[in-house]
Protein backbone atom coordinates (compact mmCIF):
# COMPACT_ATOMS: atom_id res chain seq x y z
CA UNK A 1 0.00 0.00 0.00
CA UNK A 2 0.80 3.78 -0.92
CA UNK A 3 1.47 5.36 2.60
CA UNK A 4 0.40 9.23 2.86
CA UNK A 5 2.40 11.71 5.37
CA UNK A 6 1.18 15.29 6.26
CA UNK A 7 2.87 18.22 8.06
CA UNK A 8 2.34 19.49 10.55
CA UNK A 9 -0.15 17.51 11.88
CA UNK A 10 -1.96 20.62 13.22
CA UNK A 11 -1.60 24.87 12.97
CA UNK A 12 -2.71 27.75 13.96
CA UNK A 13 -3.10 30.99 12.02
CA UNK A 14 -4.27 34.45 11.66
CA UNK A 15 -6.67 35.39 9.54
CA UNK A 16 -5.29 36.32 6.51
CA UNK A 17 -2.21 34.77 6.59
CA UNK A 18 -1.06 32.33 4.39
CA UNK A 19 -1.32 28.36 5.43
CA UNK A 20 0.97 25.59 3.49
CA UNK A 21 0.44 22.13 4.26
CA UNK A 22 2.66 19.31 2.93
CA UNK A 23 2.11 15.80 1.91
CA UNK A 24 4.32 13.06 0.80
CA UNK A 25 3.51 9.83 -0.55
CA UNK A 26 5.75 7.22 0.24
CA UNK A 27 6.47 6.34 -3.60
CA UNK A 28 6.35 8.06 -7.03
CA UNK A 29 2.30 8.62 -7.24
CA UNK A 30 2.64 11.19 -10.66
CA UNK A 31 -0.32 13.95 -9.69
CA UNK A 32 -3.25 11.60 -8.46
CA UNK A 33 -3.04 13.19 -5.73
CA UNK A 34 -6.45 14.82 -3.65
CA UNK A 35 -7.19 17.75 -1.30
CA UNK A 36 -10.39 17.55 0.54
CA UNK A 37 -11.32 20.03 3.29
CA UNK A 38 -13.09 18.51 6.47
CA UNK A 39 -15.20 20.05 9.05
CA UNK A 40 -16.55 19.52 12.10
CA UNK A 41 -19.81 16.98 12.14
CA UNK A 42 -19.68 17.38 8.09
CA UNK A 43 -18.51 15.15 5.09
CA UNK A 44 -15.33 15.89 3.78
CA UNK A 45 -15.27 18.02 0.56
CA UNK A 46 -13.27 17.61 -2.71
CA UNK A 47 -10.90 21.28 -3.16
CA UNK A 48 -8.09 20.28 -5.50
CA UNK A 49 -7.76 16.95 -8.09
CA UNK A 50 -4.93 15.48 -9.37
CA UNK A 51 -2.63 17.73 -7.81
CA UNK A 52 -3.18 21.05 -8.89
CA UNK A 53 -7.05 21.31 -10.26
CA UNK A 54 -9.30 23.77 -8.40
CA UNK A 55 -12.86 21.80 -8.15
CA UNK A 56 -16.15 23.63 -9.33
CA UNK A 57 -16.99 26.53 -6.93
CA UNK A 58 -14.05 26.04 -4.56
CA UNK A 59 -12.65 29.65 -3.53
CA UNK A 60 -9.37 30.47 -5.45
CA UNK A 61 -7.50 30.72 -2.76
CA UNK A 62 -7.30 26.90 -2.25
CA UNK A 63 -4.43 25.97 -4.29
CA UNK A 64 -1.97 22.79 -4.89
CA UNK A 65 0.96 22.21 -6.22
CA UNK A 66 3.43 18.96 -6.42
CA UNK A 67 4.10 15.54 -8.78
CA UNK A 68 5.52 12.46 -7.68
CA UNK A 69 6.05 12.19 -4.05
CA UNK A 70 6.14 15.59 -2.43
CA UNK A 71 2.97 17.81 -2.66
CA UNK A 72 1.98 21.25 -1.06
CA UNK A 73 -1.56 22.47 -0.07
CA UNK A 74 -2.17 26.37 0.06
CA UNK A 75 -4.75 28.81 1.36
CA UNK A 76 -3.34 32.03 0.69
CA UNK A 77 -5.75 34.25 3.04
CA UNK A 78 -7.09 32.30 5.54
CA UNK A 79 -10.44 33.09 6.53
CA UNK A 80 -12.45 31.87 9.63
CA UNK A 81 -14.71 29.87 7.00
CA UNK A 82 -11.56 27.61 6.98
CA UNK A 83 -11.66 26.26 9.99
CA UNK A 84 -11.41 22.62 9.31
CA UNK A 85 -9.14 19.13 8.95
CA UNK A 86 -7.56 18.68 5.46
CA UNK A 87 -6.82 15.53 4.13
CA UNK A 88 -4.28 14.07 1.18
CA UNK A 89 -5.47 11.21 -0.53
CA UNK A 90 -3.71 9.11 -3.46
CA UNK A 91 -5.36 6.80 -6.41
CA UNK A 92 -2.21 6.32 -8.17
CA UNK A 93 -3.34 2.42 -6.54
CA UNK A 94 -6.34 1.74 -4.25
CA UNK A 95 -7.04 4.94 -2.49
CA UNK A 96 -5.32 5.85 0.62
CA UNK A 97 -5.94 9.19 2.67
CA UNK A 98 -2.96 11.10 5.01
CA UNK A 99 -3.64 11.87 8.57
CA UNK A 100 -4.78 14.86 8.42
CA UNK A 101 -3.82 18.56 9.21
CA UNK A 102 -6.32 20.18 11.99
CA UNK A 103 -6.46 24.15 10.88
CA UNK A 104 -7.35 26.79 13.42
CA UNK A 105 -7.73 30.15 13.54
CA UNK A 106 -5.10 32.24 16.41
CA UNK B 1 -28.79 18.15 -7.09
CA UNK B 2 -26.48 14.92 -6.24
CA UNK B 3 -27.82 13.60 -2.86
CA UNK B 4 -26.27 10.17 -1.62
CA UNK B 5 -28.60 8.55 1.87
CA UNK B 6 -26.76 6.38 4.17
CA UNK B 7 -28.48 3.76 5.71
CA UNK B 8 -28.51 0.83 7.60
CA UNK B 9 -26.18 1.70 10.35
CA UNK B 10 -26.40 0.75 14.51
CA UNK B 11 -25.24 -1.31 17.04
CA UNK B 12 -23.77 -4.94 16.69
CA UNK B 13 -22.27 -7.66 18.62
CA UNK B 14 -18.63 -8.82 17.21
CA UNK B 15 -18.99 -11.32 14.93
CA UNK B 16 -22.19 -10.22 13.69
CA UNK B 17 -23.67 -8.97 10.51
CA UNK B 18 -24.41 -6.06 8.97
CA UNK B 19 -25.53 -4.38 5.31
CA UNK B 20 -25.04 -0.93 4.88
CA UNK B 21 -26.93 1.18 1.73
CA UNK B 22 -26.67 3.94 -0.19
CA UNK B 23 -29.42 5.87 -1.99
CA UNK B 24 -28.59 7.68 -4.74
CA UNK B 25 -30.32 10.67 -6.82
CA UNK B 26 -29.41 13.59 -8.89
CA UNK B 27 -26.90 12.29 -11.28
CA UNK B 28 -26.78 8.79 -13.90
CA UNK B 29 -26.12 6.80 -11.41
CA UNK B 30 -24.74 3.96 -13.80
CA UNK B 31 -22.51 6.37 -15.21
CA UNK B 32 -19.88 6.13 -12.17
CA UNK B 33 -18.54 4.00 -9.95
CA UNK B 34 -18.88 4.41 -6.32
CA UNK B 35 -17.18 4.01 -2.95
CA UNK B 36 -16.95 3.35 0.92
CA UNK B 37 -15.66 5.49 3.27
CA UNK B 38 -15.10 5.18 6.88
CA UNK B 39 -13.88 7.65 9.62
CA UNK B 40 -13.62 5.77 12.81
CA UNK B 41 -14.79 8.25 15.54
CA UNK B 42 -12.13 11.02 16.37
CA UNK B 43 -9.62 9.42 13.68
CA UNK B 44 -9.26 10.16 9.59
CA UNK B 45 -10.36 9.03 6.85
CA UNK B 46 -9.99 5.19 5.50
CA UNK B 47 -11.21 4.39 2.03
CA UNK B 48 -12.90 0.78 2.00
CA UNK B 49 -14.13 -0.13 -1.27
CA UNK B 50 -14.89 0.93 -4.36
CA UNK B 51 -17.32 -0.48 -7.59
CA UNK B 52 -17.09 0.18 -11.02
CA UNK B 53 -19.97 1.39 -13.05
CA UNK B 54 -20.86 -2.40 -14.01
CA UNK B 55 -19.89 -4.28 -10.98
CA UNK B 56 -17.07 -5.27 -13.40
CA UNK B 57 -13.93 -4.14 -11.27
CA UNK B 58 -14.35 -4.55 -7.37
CA UNK B 59 -11.07 -3.11 -4.29
CA UNK B 60 -11.01 -3.56 -1.10
CA UNK B 61 -8.99 -2.14 1.53
CA UNK B 62 -6.46 -5.23 3.19
CA UNK B 63 -8.69 -4.41 6.42
CA UNK B 64 -11.69 -5.56 5.47
CA UNK B 65 -10.79 -8.12 2.62
CA UNK B 66 -12.72 -10.99 2.60
CA UNK B 67 -15.37 -10.09 6.06
CA UNK B 68 -16.93 -7.36 3.54
CA UNK B 69 -18.53 -6.82 -0.28
CA UNK B 70 -19.78 -4.31 -2.13
CA UNK B 71 -22.19 -4.72 -4.22
CA UNK B 72 -24.53 -2.06 -6.62
CA UNK B 73 -28.21 -2.20 -8.30
CA UNK B 74 -28.35 0.44 -11.02
CA UNK B 75 -31.89 -0.21 -11.90
CA UNK B 76 -32.19 0.95 -8.18
CA UNK B 77 -30.04 3.42 -8.08
CA UNK B 78 -28.50 2.00 -4.56
CA UNK B 79 -25.29 0.81 -3.41
CA UNK B 80 -24.47 -1.60 -0.68
CA UNK B 81 -21.78 -2.66 1.57
CA UNK B 82 -22.44 -6.64 3.45
CA UNK B 83 -20.45 -6.41 6.43
CA UNK B 84 -19.76 -9.62 7.92
CA UNK B 85 -17.16 -11.18 10.96
CA UNK B 86 -17.55 -7.80 12.77
CA UNK B 87 -14.47 -6.11 14.88
CA UNK B 88 -14.60 -3.52 17.34
CA UNK B 89 -12.58 -1.94 14.95
CA UNK B 90 -14.48 -1.72 12.34
CA UNK B 91 -16.70 1.13 14.17
CA UNK B 92 -16.90 4.13 12.28
CA UNK B 93 -19.05 6.55 10.19
CA UNK B 94 -19.42 5.16 6.68
CA UNK B 95 -20.00 7.06 4.09
CA UNK B 96 -20.87 6.09 0.25
CA UNK B 97 -18.89 8.61 -2.10
CA UNK B 98 -19.16 8.92 -5.95
CA UNK B 99 -16.57 8.79 -8.03
CA UNK B 100 -15.40 12.19 -9.90
CA UNK B 101 -14.96 10.40 -13.67
CA UNK B 102 -17.67 9.36 -15.85
CA UNK B 103 -17.14 6.17 -17.46
CA UNK B 104 -14.87 5.14 -15.67
CA UNK B 105 -13.37 1.95 -13.87
CA UNK B 106 -13.17 3.81 -10.81
CA UNK B 107 -10.84 7.08 -10.62
CA UNK B 108 -10.52 6.72 -6.82
CA UNK B 109 -11.56 10.63 -6.26
CA UNK B 110 -14.44 11.22 -4.44
CA UNK B 111 -15.92 14.46 -5.50
CA UNK B 112 -19.70 14.04 -3.59
CA UNK B 113 -20.26 12.23 -0.01
CA UNK B 114 -23.37 11.40 1.80
CA UNK B 115 -24.01 12.34 5.66
CA UNK B 116 -22.76 8.64 6.60
CA UNK B 117 -24.05 5.89 8.74
CA UNK B 118 -22.40 5.00 12.25
CA UNK B 119 -21.93 1.26 12.44
CA UNK B 120 -20.57 0.69 16.06
CA UNK B 121 -19.50 -3.10 17.11
CA UNK B 122 -19.70 -3.75 20.61
CA UNK B 123 -20.50 -6.29 23.12
Known amino acids: DIQMTQSPSSLSASVGDRVTITCQAS??????LNWYQQKPGKAPKLLIY???NLETGVPSRFSGSGSGTDFTFTISSLQPEDIATYYCQQYDNLPTFGPGTKVDIK | EVQLVESGGGLVQPGRSLRLSCAAS????????MHWVRQAPGKGLEWVSGISWNSGSIGYADSVKGRFTISRDNAKNSLYLQMNSLRAEDTALYYCAKDKLVGAIGSGSFDYWGQGTLVTVSS
Open chain 1, 27 to 32: QDISNY
Open chain 1, 50 to 52: DAS
Open chain 2, 26 to 33: GFTFDDYA
